[in-house]
């Protein structure tokens, strides 16, 4: 099975929202302004969502930050721009929010997420969903993304873990083989700290799960660079960041791409190649050494 894993696509507007004196909504519109409009292109995107249609692909998963500040302005652009992808993959595509479209509490509770992406998990009123993707392998996502007045962290709770370690016993009845889809890494490369103000609170909480249940793979975004690693407290699952979607940078691993990969049928990765797009919007492929990982 060929997986198409993206993330992190950022659409954007410069627009005050419903919640002007929230103190995310005012720092996010001055990192807009004066910073990330320069690194989000907004035709970048578009061109991501083109190539990534001429992808061939058995099921798509978009692992979050659809959008800047969660504006209604900024949902309408992404659900707009999935269309063509929902034509082509249907319920195939798998969309889970970021903590940029959970940016503060009065969008939260708007429920944009909600209303522009109803097919998405959040639509089932719960943190965590599943759904199989063939008779072998099965998908499940968690949202562990909530507003913060000035960080930009995730938190894994304990009752979200609770909920996870639910999911994992019931799927693990018909489907040995899982991969986990979250918004925030847990793992690093060396060369990448985990940062507190940016960081998943609870992430060890996350590796002990992980370690537990074994998933084969650990998809995620949040940091804008493309890796692909096994971290020594849980050698058996693949993690995975997709990267950037809709980023300018001359650097390929923050670059707009995104990346695919084969699973068998016994649930072994075969295949990791990172995806991204030359000036001239065309693919460019680099397969990872998986004897390296």
């Known amino acids: 099975m060929k997986i198409l894993h993206f993330s992190d696509i950022h659409y954007w507007k410069?627009?005050?929202?419903s919640d002007p004196y929230y103190p995310k909504r005012f720092l996010g519109l001055m990192n807009l302004v004066f910073s990330r409009k320069n690194h989000f292109p907004p035709p970048l995107a578009d061109t991501v969502i083109n190539a990534?249609?001429?992808e061939e692909a058995d099921a798509v998963l978009f692992s979050g930050d659809l959008t800047t500040t969660s504006?209604?302005?900024e949902f309408k652009k992404a659900a707009d721009s999935f269309v063509?992808?929902?034509e082509k993959w249907g319920d195939q595509l798998i969309v889970i929010p970021g903590n940029h479209d959970r940016y503060t509490p009065s969008s939260v509770k708007a429920k944009y997420y909600e209303e522009y992406f109803p097919n998405a998990f959040a639509g089932m009123g719960s943190r965590v969903f599943s759904k199989p993707l063939n008779d072998h392998l099965c998908v499940i996502g968690f949202d562990a993304s909530r507003p913060f007045m000035v960080r930009s962290n995730g938190s894994f709770t304990e009752s979200l873990r609770k909920e996870l370690e639910d999911e994992f016993s019931k799927i693990r009845k018909t489907y040995q083989n899982v991969i986990l889809m979250g918004h925030f890494p847990y793992a690093y490369p060396a060369n990448i700290p985990s940062k507190f103000h940016h960081k998943l609170i609870g992430e060890d909480r996350?590796?002990?799960l992980i370690s537990e249940y074994n998933p084969i793979a650990y998809l995620h975004g949040h940091k804008h660079v493309r890796w692909c690693l096994k971290d020594p407290a849980t050698k058996q699952t693949l993690c995975i960041n997709a990267g950037p979607a809709g980023m300018s940078s001359s650097d390929p691993d923050k670059h707009?791409?995104?990346v695919v990969f084969d699973v068998n049928d016994s649930g072994d990765v075969t295949k990791i190649i990172k995806v991204h797009l030359s000036s001239?919007?065309?693919t460019i492929?680099?397969?990872?050494?998986l004897s390296k990982l």
């Not at 410069?14 to 929202?17: D, K, P, S």
Request: no cysteine; aromatic share 8%.
């Open 71 to 73: 504006l209604e302005s």
């Open 285 to 289: 492929r680099e397969t990872v050494d």
């Open 84 to 86: 063509p992808l929902y």
């Open 52 to 54: 990534i249609r001429q």
């Open 14 to 17: 410069i627009q005050i929202g």
């Open 256 to 258: 707009a791409g995104w």
């Open 206 to 208: 996350l590796a002990e």
């Open 280 to 282: 001239e919007g065309e």
